[in-house]
């Protein structure tokens, strides 16, 4: 079976290599179709690990896809032969944690392309049928691979307790920032700022009504906010960049009272988180690792036409061509926001 495998930092290769085996009682077969870079999966690209999490033996990369059911075990009762699902790629155990339904947090969990576990940018995997997501016959299968990322706003949104008519700032203009700000529109805010150094990424904010973008190398973000909102600033807070930097002054933009959810997860540190700042307005926090039960809610967003996934995608690399995408993805002069793989 073909698949793209990381062998060490920046070398990738496309090679055979079997790393799903038979298809069990309760799992199916599935033929992938698209799947999405990360930008997890460029990290471990350009540096071989992030945090305690390092690529020591040949690893399958991928995680955001779609597929087609091709095989299904016997005991498998929801899903058929020719099925065009699309899969979370987190096999959570049976710890507290997830018997409590925080899966997302269960320490022992399987997540795809994630040292030591493959991925999914192969010609097919076996996945249970209870984190496999059979897609409607609108949605295809370059939006079925967004439905992962997607979950990351849904779950961003779910943890902010929008109140209908909310206004909110999202810190990043990046695939997971301007999700997360569509999800935060979906879930009851009425307009939603979103900044970045990165005008091209800005323009992309066109294509959604109520998202108003900030370009942070030609404006003050928290004067265009005070501005915008009479001196009271946002109810809620989105921190999806990743960057230390950005924790320095984000208290700044948010209203008496307000939420700051941390989206991002910082590979500098939190840089000068002021706790004074917080404080002084009674700011509450909130943080996001991954997703639980969002899965479905995605693709009723997408189907239904509530959020709009197509305009995010940059490009589309046939298989053949896999290692040009993450050359692609890589570097910043591109200007990417989301990049997918495609197999046929």
């Given at each position: 079976m073909k698949a793209l495998v990381l062998e060490s930092q920046k070398k990738l290769q496309i090679r055979d290599m079997d790393i799903y085996g038979v298809c069990g009682d309760d799992d199916v077969r599935i033929a992938i179709r698209n799947v999405g870079i990360c930008g997890s999966d460029v990290h471990y690209y350009q540096h071989g690990g992030i945090g305690p999490y390092i690529?020591?033996?040949?690893?399958?990369?991928?995680?955001?896809?779609?597929?087609?059911?091709?095989?299904?075990?016997?005991?498998?009762?929801?899903?058929?032969k020719g099925d065009?699902?699309?899969?979370?790629?987190?096999?959570?155990?049976?710890?507290?944690?997830?018997?409590m339904g925080m899966y997302n947090l269960d320490p022992d969990v399987r997540f795809w392309a994630t040292p030591p576990i493959h991925g999914c940018l192969c010609e097919s995997v076996v996945h249970p049928e209870a984190y496999t997501f059979k897609l409607p016959e609108n949605v295809s299968y370059a939006e079925?691979?967004?439905?992962?990322?997607?979950?990351?706003?849904?779950?961003?949104?779910?943890?902010?307790?929008?109140?209908?008519?909310?206004?909110?700032?999202?810190?990043?203009?990046?695939?997971?920032?301007?999700?997360?700000?569509?999800?935060?529109?979906?879930?009851?805010?009425?307009?939603?700022?979103?900044?970045?150094?990165?005008?091209?990424?800005?323009?992309?904010?066109?294509?959604f009504p109520n998202i108003i973008p900030i370009d942070s190398t030609k404006e003050d973000p928290v004067e265009r906010i005070m501005k915008e909102t009479d001196g009271w600033g946002v109810e809620r807070v989105f921190e999806a960049t990743g960057s230390g930097a950005v924790f320095r002054?984000?208290?700044?933009?948010?209203?008496?009272?307000?939420?700051?959810?941390?989206?991002?997860?910082?590979?500098?540190?939190?840089?000068?988180?002021?706790?004074?700042?917080?404080?002084?307005?009674?700011?509450?926090?909130?943080?996001?690792?991954?997703?639980?039960?969002k899965y479905d809610r995605a693709i009723r967003l997408i189907?239904?036409?509530?959020?709009?996934?197509?305009?995010?995608?940059?490009?589309?690399y046939p298989f053949d061509e896999s290692i040009a995408a993450y050359e692609y993805a890589s570097d910043p002069r591109s200007n990417a926001v989301k990049v997918q793989i495609e197999l046929k």
């Open positions: 690529v020591r033996d040949p690893m399958v990369l991928g995680h955001e896809a779609s597929g087609e059911v091709i095989e299904t075990g016997k005991n498998v009762k929801n899903l058929k065009r699902v699309c899969m979370e790629p987190g096999i959570p155990g049976n710890s507290k944690v997830t018997r079925g691979a967004m439905v992962e990322p997607l979950a990351i706003g849904l779950q961003a949104a779910d943890k902010a307790g929008i109140s209908p008519g909310d206004t909110a700032l999202v810190t990043g203009c990046g695939t997971i920032g301007i999700l997360t700000a569509l999800s935060a529109l979906a879930g009851g805010c009425s307009r939603v700022f979103i900044s970045d150094i990165n005008s091209e990424k800005l323009a992309i904010t066109e294509h002054n984000i208290h700044e933009f948010a209203s008496p009272g307000g939420c700051i959810i941390l989206v991002g997860i910082p590979a500098d540190g939190m840089g000068q988180l002021s706790i004074t700042g917080l404080q002084a307005k009674e700011l509450s926090t909130q943080s996001v690792f991954r997703y639980a039960h189907a239904s036409g509530d959020i709009n996934v197509p305009p995010l995608i940059s490009r589309i």
